[in-house]
């Protein structure tokens, strides 16, 4: 049960993307300026209880009935890990206890970017070094804003930055569809540059601005409809830049092996290195998948990796952040603990209801960035569990 | 309840006590002196003829500072041989790969193994100490504390551009030192992490970052200085520039006057010993170094010695782990430029015997380690993993207590090598005493921790009882008994019972005015709020099985 002096709070860290902005105004939501952050903070609280295939139970048996299933388990899996890092904690601890691999919900992204850095390594940078030295940006594949809304208006337009001036970064869009490029316009109106190419189109760009850095000639005017002198411009605007940030998403990389463009960009960076600064940078993330990368990493010394749930029999499902996210796919019974707010089609053979870190309890997040970990603060009362305390409930009948 | 560990050998040079028979007495986790007759003693342990000593100290091993955890990420290669199914197919020696990137768990129950019970993470960086912390909460059995980085951060650096008064950088210093929960401070590369992102390649050490116009030296004697005035027992931990360049040994003889005679401790020295005579242009300097080891007396040392195998090189020296990425093994690394505060580098390499430059840094770390005539001010490291896994210093005790056994290691090196070091004239072998300095009494010292590192009452009741074998590395790898806090936690070199341990540091007076000029530079130029940094007590505890105990003295 939480205390209602822990809520004394008017500024709160948002775990709503991987961005982790901690100026959120939680007495005045109207101030906010992400609809991510809005939708998340406003979430209404619902009292519901447990339940055992639909039918209200107690939490004791409802623990009792996740224990007894994982139990008859041969092969399970801890799958979702929309939690923060004590959640995950405490979630690793059981899933050893039953001997499961662990695979978070975004893991398909998140393993692009975990097989370049286990093939090649990368060279990487993070938000404040944009933020005061970047003066040229090449968004590649990606808006950005789609996934971390307000990265333009922190770390791009700031009116002050120490080493170069924010209102003359050069903004450049390499590729992706649908993008929303109004964010690279400058606020004093300066245009971004925009070469627009198909997403499947990435691979053969990407390919071709890494050769271009590398100092090879292409034998033509155009790939996938981009003028190769404009790819030339780019590639000469990257080599004079001060600090030249190459972003992209993994999320936004959704073809067959994304990993080999998400290595042109950082090999081009690499090769970039050599002579003058620049420095790659994946952005993105949500539902805790940094934290959850790196906890994995430290307690396992393993990197999660990306499973086919339909190889395991049981399927214990946690989600704090993102009740709008559907239940798996699967033939097996699935231990739902989440999120109160989690609506299903078909009810789980399990559901728990938890509190969510940053609404319901306090916690712990790493930022997309990798270095950055921020507090969670509670901001509103709950009576709702924690994941550790169910996840230990379920531990002492597990053993 | 009182526990006596009877007739045992003991080893303590905190009090002089070298190899007599003594018998100790722990109650609530702490060394008591006799008590009276009339006290229970309730259970008593027969030690004679085991060795004892106080738990060791690593005063310097990257345990937590969030660039293992990118190598273990990037190397899940090394952890392949804990994946067979068959654990026979798999014989584990000191050097395997995985003991260079193990989980938090295996680090912590390894350590206890081999008798250390309290490990220093020496490269926090300030906005990474959330992770830091977090990291060394997961990992069981030892104590843990960590240096906090500064001289790369551009804080620091603005206000040695703008002649700042020395009050106000150890204002800066001893708020870090709070806000970080740390021990101590490290400088790494002074200015050259920093520097490199303004696209310089090399600092020495008087050459000007040139956006600051400062250079290593002033940083030096700003930062010394500060840790000095605020009195914080632990001298600054400085990573020299140059880290691994051949002809290095003279920015390293330099930086050692950088001070003014303030202590300040120089970290790896092997990898800043280079000279660069003979065909090859790389040669020891092991020599030239020790010498002035000796004579100047603010001055101590770890050695960072190298021992052959696969490892890998985790640093903040991102300037320096980028020229060396080309010698990565296998071939792929990591740089990294964080947030204003300093960067990292990880680098696998692979060091072979057979390999002259290799070899060299071999014996040149041995040459160090005996060379030194003062076991108070010399330190026993591996750099884990950067020179090689924690898990060797039981070799590395026996290399330095055994002068065959090192001969018959000198004679495999390869032939240009044993030709260019002197190592095989050194006779000296290091004592039982000696060993217990470097490991224990001395490490607890420098830190500044009183109840560390000695057997004398009101010590922590940290104790690792030995079965004295003429085989060191036998000796050392696996002792008969460990007491963390007074219980008996290794029995046989096995863990027994699963304990935390807590977070040492240092939280100095500092002016609280300081955070006025923080918070403006936090709200124009941070992407987090000042509070989101500042990690409090309460935090560090918040896992319900961690705690902090400061070192500082009341000022009086």
Same mark, same amino acid.
């Given at each position: 049960?939480?205390?209602?002096?822990?809520?004394?709070?008017?500024?709160?860290?948002?775990?709503?993307?991987?961005?982790?902005?901690?100026?959120?105004?939680?007495?005045?939501?109207?101030?906010?300026?992400?609809?991510?952050?809005?939708?998340?903070?406003?979430?209404?609280?619902?009292?519901?209880?447990?339940?055992?295939?639909?039918?209200?139970?107690?939490?004791?048996?409802?623990?009792?009935?996740?224990?007894?299933?994982?139990?008859?388990?041969?092969?399970?899996?801890?799958?979702?890990?929309?939690?923060?890092?004590?959640?995950?904690?405490?979630?690793?601890?059981?899933?050893?206890?039953?001997?499961?691999?662990?695979?978070?919900?975004?893991?398909?992204?998140?393993?692009?970017?975990?097989?370049?850095?286990?093939?090649?390594?990368?060279?990487?940078?993070?938000?404040?070094?944009?933020?005061?030295?970047?003066?040229?940006?090449?968004?590649?594949?990606?808006?950005?804003?789609?996934?971390?809304?307000?990265?333009?208006?922190?770390?791009?337009?700031?009116?002050?930055?120490?080493?170069?001036?924010?209102?003359?970064?050069?903004?450049?869009?390499?590729?992706?569809?649908?993008?929303?490029?109004?964010?690279?316009?400058?606020?004093?109106?300066?245009?971004?540059?925009?070469?627009?190419?198909?997403?499947?189109?990435?691979?053969?760009?990407?390919?071709?601005?890494?050769?271009?850095?590398?100092?090879?000639?292409?034998?033509?005017?155009?790939?996938?409809?981009?003028?190769?002198?404009?790819?030339?411009?780019?590639?000469?605007?990257?080599?004079?830049?001060?600090?030249?940030?190459?972003?992209?998403?993994?999320?936004?990389?959704?073809?067959?092996?994304?990993?080999?463009?998400?290595?042109?960009?950082?090999?081009?960076?690499?090769?970039?290195?050599?002579?003058?600064?620049?420095? /790659?940078?994946? #952005?993105?993330?949500? *539902?805790?998948?940094?934290?959850?990368?790196?906890?994995? =990493?430290?307690? $396992? %010394? &393993?990197?999660?990796?990306?499973?086919?749930?339909?190889?395991?029999?049981?399927?214990?499902?946690?989600?704090?952040?993102?009740?709008?996210?559907?239940?798996?796919?699967?033939?097996?019974?699935?231990?739902?603990?989440?999120?109160?707010?989690?609506?299903?089609?078909?009810?789980?053979?399990?559901?728990?209801?938890?509190?969510?870190?940053?609404?319901?309890? /306090?916690?712990? #997040?790493?930022?997309? *960035?990798?270095?950055?970990?921020?507090?969670?603060?509670? =901001?509103?009362? $709950? %009576? &709702?569990?924690?994941?550790?305390?169910?996840?230990?409930?379920?531990?002492?009948?597990?053993? | 309840?009182?526990?006596?560990?009877?007739?045992?050998?003991?080893?303590?040079?905190?009090?002089?006590?070298?190899?007599?028979?003594?018998?100790?007495?722990?109650?609530?986790?702490?060394?008591?002196?006799?008590?009276?007759?009339?006290?229970?003693?309730?259970?008593?342990?027969?030690?004679?003829?085991?060795?004892?000593?106080?738990?060791?100290?690593?005063?310097?091993?990257?345990?937590?500072?969030?660039?293992?955890?990118?190598?273990?990420?990037?190397?899940?290669?090394?952890?392949?041989?804990?994946?067979?199914?068959?654990?026979?197919?798999?014989?584990?020696?000191?050097?395997?790969?995985?003991?260079?990137?193990?989980?938090?768990?295996?680090?912590?129950?390894?350590?206890?193994?081999?008798?250390?019970?309290?490990?220093?993470?020496?490269?926090?960086?300030?906005?990474?100490?959330?992770?830091?912390?977090?990291?060394?909460?997961?990992?069981?059995?030892?104590?843990?504390?960590?240096?906090?980085?500064?001289?790369?951060?551009?804080?620091?650096?603005?206000?040695?551009?703008?002649?700042?008064?020395?009050?106000?950088?150890?204002?800066?210093?001893?708020?870090?030192?709070?806000?970080?929960?740390?021990?101590?401070?490290?400088?790494?590369?002074?200015?050259?992490?920093?520097?490199?992102?303004?696209?310089?390649?090399?600092?020495?050490?008087?050459?000007?970052?040139?956006?600051?116009?400062?250079?290593?030296?002033?940083?030096?004697?700003?930062?010394?200085?500060?840790?000095?005035?605020?009195?914080?027992?632990?001298?600054?931990?400085?990573?020299?520039?140059?880290?691994?360049?051949?002809?290095?040994?003279?920015?390293?003889?330099?930086?050692?006057?950088?001070?003014?005679?303030?202590?300040?401790?120089?970290?790896?020295?092997?990898?800043?010993?280079?000279?660069?005579?003979?065909?090859?242009?790389?040669?020891?300097?092991?020599?030239?170094?020790?010498?002035?080891?000796?004579?100047?007396?603010?001055?101590?040392?770890?050695?960072?010695?190298?021992?052959?195998?696969?490892?890998?090189?985790?640093?903040?020296?991102?300037?320096?782990?980028?020229?060396?990425?080309?010698?990565?093994?296998?071939?792929?690394?990591?740089?990294?430029?964080?947030?204003?505060?300093?960067?990292?580098?990880?680098?696998?390499?692979?060091?072979?015997?057979?390999?002259?430059?290799?070899?060299?840094?071999?014996?040149?770390?041995?040459?160090?380690?005996?060379?030194?005539?003062?076991?108070?001010?010399?330190?026993?490291?591996?750099?884990?993993?950067?020179?090689?896994?924690?898990?060797?210093?039981?070799?590395?005790?026996?290399?330095?207590?055994?002068?065959?056994?090192?001969?018959?290691?000198?004679?495999?090196?390869?032939?240009?090598?044993?030709?260019?070091?002197?190592?095989?004239?050194?006779?000296?072998?290091?004592?039982?005493?000696?060993?217990?300095?470097?490991?224990?009494?001395?490490?607890?010292?420098?830190?500044?921790?009183?109840?560390?590192?000695?057997?004398?009452?009101?010590?922590?009741?940290?104790?690792?009882?030995?079965?004295?074998?003429?085989?060191?590395?036998?000796?050392?790898?696996?002792?008969?008994?460990?007491?963390?806090?007074?219980?008996?936690?290794?029995?046989?070199?096995?863990?027994?019972?699963?304990?935390?341990?807590?977070?040492?540091?240092?939280?100095?007076?500092?002016?609280?005015?300081?955070?006025?000029?923080?918070?403006?530079?936090?709200?124009?130029?941070?992407?987090?709020?000042?509070?989101?940094?500042?990690?409090?007590?309460?935090?560090?505890?918040?896992?319900?099985?961690?705690?902090?105990?400061?070192?500082?003295?009341?000022?009086?």
């Amino acid at each position: 049960m939480q205390k209602s002096n822990n809520i004394n709070t008017t500024t709160a860290t948002c775990p709503a993307c991987g961005m982790l902005c901690d100026d959120i105004n939680v007495s005045d939501p109207s101030a906010n300026t992400c609809a991510k952050s809005i939708s998340f903070f406003s979430q209404p609280i619902t009292e519901s209880s447990p339940t055992i295939a639909g039918k209200p139970v107690s939490l004791d048996e409802a623990v009792a009935k996740a224990a007894s299933i994982l139990k008859d388990a041969q092969h399970p899996i801890f799958a979702g890990l929309s939690t923060d890092l004590s959640g995950f904690r405490a979630a690793f601890n059981s899933a050893q206890q039953v001997n499961a691999p662990m695979m978070h919900i975004n893991a398909e992204s998140t393993w692009r970017n975990t097989k370049v850095l286990q093939s090649k390594g990368w060279q990487t940078t993070t938000l404040m070094e944009v933020k005061n030295r970047a003066d040229v940006i090449l968004c590649i594949g990606t808006d950005v804003v789609s996934h971390n809304p307000r990265f333009f208006e922190r770390n791009v337009w700031n009116k002050e930055a120490l080493f170069t001036n924010p209102q003359t970064r050069n903004i450049i869009y390499l590729g992706g569809e649908g993008l929303d490029t109004s964010h690279g316009v400058s606020p004093n109106g300066k245009q971004p540059t925009v070469l627009p190419c198909a997403t499947k189109a990435l691979p053969e760009i990407t390919a071709a601005l890494r050769a271009l850095i590398q100092g090879k000639t292409l034998n033509t005017d155009s790939i996938t409809g981009i003028a190769v002198k404009d790819l030339e411009t780019v590639v000469t605007q990257l080599k004079e830049a001060s600090y030249a940030v190459l972003i992209w998403v993994a999320k936004d990389f959704s073809f067959a092996h994304a990993e080999l463009t998400i290595e042109n960009i950082t090999e081009s960076v690499v090769t970039l290195n050599k002579e003058s600064r620049a420095m /790659a940078l994946a #952005l993105g993330g949500s *539902d805790g998948d940094t934290t959850v990368n790196y906890a994995h =990493t430290w307690l $396992s %010394a &393993l990197a999660p990796e990306e499973h086919d749930l339909k190889q395991y029999d049981t399927v214990v499902w946690i989600n704090s952040f993102s009740p709008e996210k559907p239940l798996p796919t699967t033939d097996a019974p699935i231990i739902a603990i989440g999120n109160s707010q989690t609506q299903f089609v078909t009810p789980p053979a399990v559901f728990i209801p938890v509190a969510t870190p940053a609404l319901d309890c /306090a916690g712990t #997040l790493f930022r997309v *960035d990798s270095s950055i970990v921020l507090p969670l603060k509670q =901001t509103r009362e $709950s %009576a &709702l569990p924690t994941l550790s305390t169910v996840m230990n409930k379920m531990d002492a009948l597990l053993t | 309840m009182i526990t006596l560990l009877k007739n045992a050998k003991v080893y303590d040079p905190a009090h002089g006590v070298d190899g007599v028979k003594k018998d100790i007495y722990i109650r609530n986790g702490h060394i008591i002196a006799k008590p009276s007759k009339t006290e229970k003693i309730h259970e008593a342990m027969d030690l004679s003829g085991k060795v004892v000593m106080a738990g060791a100290i690593d005063m310097h091993s990257h345990i937590g500072g969030g660039k293992v955890n990118i190598a273990r990420m990037m190397l899940p290669e090394y952890q392949e041989t804990l994946k067979y199914a068959d654990p026979e197919a798999h014989v584990c020696g000191p050097q395997c790969s995985h003991n260079a990137t193990p989980s938090t768990i295996v680090t912590g129950m390894h350590y206890i193994e081999m008798g250390y019970t309290a490990v220093f993470e020496p490269a926090v960086l300030g906005i990474n100490a959330r992770q830091a912390h977090l990291e060394m909460g997961d990992t069981p059995m030892i104590d843990k504390g960590g240096y906090a980085m500064l001289g790369n951060d551009d804080y620091f650096l603005r206000l040695l551009a703008n002649k700042a008064d020395q009050k106000a950088i150890n204002d800066y210093v001893a708020w870090t030192l709070n806000a970080t929960q740390t021990i101590g401070i490290k400088v790494v590369n002074p200015g050259g992490i920093n520097a490199f992102k303004f696209n310089q390649r090399r600092l020495d050490l008087d050459e000007n970052n040139k956006h600051y116009a400062v250079s290593p030296r002033q940083i030096l004697k700003s930062l010394s200085r500060a840790v000095h005035d605020i009195g914080v027992a632990k001298p600054l931990h400085v990573h020299c520039n140059n880290l691994g360049v051949a002809g290095n040994f003279q920015t390293t003889l330099d930086t050692m006057g950088a001070s003014d005679g303030i202590p300040m401790h120089l970290t790896h020295i092997q990898f800043h010993s280079y000279g660069a005579e003979g065909d090859k242009k790389f040669s020891s300097a092991a020599a030239e170094i020790a010498e002035a080891i000796n004579n100047n007396k603010h001055i101590t040392a770890d050695v960072g010695q190298i021992l052959f195998g696969q490892t890998v090189t985790a640093s903040g020296d991102n300037m320096m782990q980028h020229l060396n990425a080309g010698f990565a093994n296998p071939k792929k690394s990591v740089i990294m430029d964080i947030e204003c505060d300093a960067g990292c580098g990880v680098v696998p390499f692979k060091y072979r015997d057979e390999n002259y430059v290799n070899a060299m840094q071999w014996a040149i770390g041995l040459e160090i380690f005996l060379s030194v005539e003062d076991p108070w001010r010399v330190f026993l490291t591996t750099d884990h993993p950067n020179g090689a896994p924690f898990t060797s210093y039981p070799h590395l005790i026996r290399l330095l207590m055994d002068k065959s056994f090192r001969a018959e290691a000198f004679d495999k090196l390869n032939l240009d090598a044993q030709a260019m070091s002197n190592l095989k004239a050194i006779e000296r072998e290091y004592s039982l005493y000696e060993i217990a300095t470097m490991t224990r009494a001395g490490a607890a010292k420098l830190i500044g921790m009183d109840n560390q590192g000695h057997l004398g009452e009101g010590a922590a009741a940290n104790i690792t009882v030995y079965t004295e074998q003429s085989d060191k590395e036998a000796m050392f790898g696996k002792p008969d008994y460990v007491f963390k806090d007074g219980e008996l936690v290794v029995k046989h070199g096995e863990v027994v019972k699963v304990v935390w341990g807590k977070t040492h540091t240092a939280k100095p007076a500092y002016d609280k005015s300081v955070e006025k000029n923080l918070k403006e530079y936090f709200e124009k130029y941070h992407t987090i709020q000042l509070d989101n940094y500042k990690i409090s007590d309460d935090e560090m505890a918040a896992d319900g099985r961690n705690s902090v105990i400061s070192h500082t003295k009341a000022a009086g």
